[in-house]
């Protein structure tokens, strides 16, 4: 009886032996390849890239003398502390594009006269431009003078803009200066032509 007894438990158990045996633990060509980009991912290092525009120091500086009695005096630099950063990212690189601001110190003379001394960066137009923008991703351009409106109205036009990197939206401005010193200024609306 115990012969018997064994025998078909021996029958039942060696198929069950058998079965796992016989399977391999080898793995799916799916798994192979998740495996491979796991271990990918894990030894992958994101390069990290930073540009700087422009890359060193810029000073311009520009000296006007108008026959209605304005004499004119512009420094423009670069301000190498105050930049908008602009992030692009893809699989392999971060990189970050810094853009620095341009500052330009503009001293007026209205028949030798000083009547104006103001430095036209991000903060001067922050605390005279009222609109519902974000000021801090904009970098200041250029400031010129509008010689033929200066010399038609009798007052100093300039002309001030700035650029968003992130955008390319660029806002231009009409600032006017009276011989007095005082002075209004307008946003232009700019087209592309």
Do not use: W
Request: aromatic share 12%; hydrophobic share 35%.
């Amino acid at each position: 009886m115990y012969k018997a007894l064994y025998k078909i438990i021996l029958l039942l158990i060696l198929p069950i032996i058998i079965t796992f045996c016989s399977c391999e633990s080898r793995q799916s060509k799916n798994d192979l390849l998740q495996e491979s980009i796991s271990k990918y991912k894990n030894d992958f290092k994101l390069i990290e890239v930073k540009n700087y525009y422009p890359k060193t120091y810029n000073e311009i500086i520009t000296d006007t003398i108008l026959s209605n009695g304005y004499t004119v005096k512009i420094k423009t630099f670069t301000d190498m502390n105050n930049a908008v950063s602009v992030v692009s990212k893809t699989s392999t690189i971060y990189q970050t594009d810094y853009y620095r601001q341009v500052t330009s110190e503009v001293v007026v003379f209205k028949n030798n006269k000083l009547i104006f001394n103001k430095s036209f960066n991000s903060n001067f137009l922050k605390q005279h431009v009222f609109e519902n923008k974000n000021s801090n991703n904009f970098i200041n351009n250029y400031v010129y003078v509008d010689e033929a409106a200066s010399l038609n109205s009798n007052k100093l036009v300039l002309i001030a803009s700035q650029i968003s990197p992130k955008s390319n939206t660029k806002d231009i401005y009409k600032i006017e200066i009276d011989e007095t010193g005082l002075f209004t200024l307008n946003k232009l609306n700019y087209a592309r032509t």
